[in-house]
């Protein structure tokens, strides 16, 4: 079955710091995958994806993942955080449906 | 286009009434989602459509919930006998229907039950 783990629940950085959100997956084939970021009260946007190809893909905002097959992993990176990044992250694979794991929630300190 | 948008953004009612969410997709998009989604938690599968037809809907709904999309285009979300479990964020989303794209949000309808 389907199904996508975000181990950590919070993360707290401080504004310029480097981020790294963890994702593994599970999945029989080669999966779909996605990263999505939610603002309070709001609807998801789409940040990045992964199809084929190139394991490490380029999103919005600045933010970059690496797609590892050995370790079914899809970790979200940025370099440098700033302030408005704080909001929670959802990693989703999609088989037909979307599968979401239980999120990230970024805090940022000035 | 201006993207998937849902109508009420936010709706009170007390238990026992029935509620009716619109979801509007991206006009193209043959796909359309509903997840439903509670405070600390990922967005959880309700059901979805491809067109009109409605291919999947999640074991975990009660029969108190139905969902129609009648000519494959706007999908309504129905929810009767409400009960305070039911309070959540109630999001529609749609996609052209291929494994290898994304899904577009709409903003989200917030229920409370009281």
């Known amino acids: 079955a389907q199904s996508v783990t975000q181990p950590d629940i919070h993360i707290t950085v401080s504004e310029g710091a480097s981020l790294e959100l963890r994702c593994n997956y599970s999945?029989?084939?080669?999966?779909?995958l996605f990263w999505y970021v939610q603002s309070p009260g709001q609807g998801l946007q789409l940040l990045l994806k992964?199809?084929?190809?190139?394991?490490l893909v380029q999103g919005i905002k600045g933010f970059e993942a690496e797609f590892k097959r050995s370790q079914s992993s899809f970790n979200l990176r940025k370099p440098s955080v700033h302030w408005s990044d704080a909001a929670e992250y959802f990693c989703?694979?999609?088989?037909?449906?979307?599968?979401f794991g239980s999120g990230t929630k970024l805090n940022v300190k000035p | 286009d201006t993207g998937v948008s849902q109508d009420p953004r936010h709706k009170i009612t007390k238990r026992g009434q029935n509620v009716t969410f619109r979801c509007d997709p991206i006009?193209?998009?043959?796909?359309l989602y509903w997840y439903r989604q509670t405070l600390g938690q990922g967005p959880e599968f309700l059901t979805y459509?491809?067109?009109?037809?409605?291919?999947?809907k999640s074991r975990l709904l009660s029969d108190r919930f139905s969902a129609e999309r009648p000519k494959g285009s706007f999908s309504t979300l129905e929810i009767q006998r409400t009960e305070q479990g039911d309070s959540a964020m109630y999001l529609c989303?749609?996609?052209?229907?291929?494994?290898?794209?994304?899904?577009?949000f709409g903003q989200g309808t917030r229920l409370t039950v009281v």
């Open positions: 989303a749609s996609s052209l229907g291929t494994l290898n794209t994304e899904a577009f």
């Open positions: 999945y029989g084939a080669t999966p779909y």
């Open positions: 992964y199809f084929s190809g190139d394991t």
């Open positions: 989703a694979v999609t088989f037909n449906k979307f599968y």
């Open positions: 006009s193209e998009h043959n796909r």
């Open positions: 459509f491809q067109n009109e037809a409605q291919l999947e």
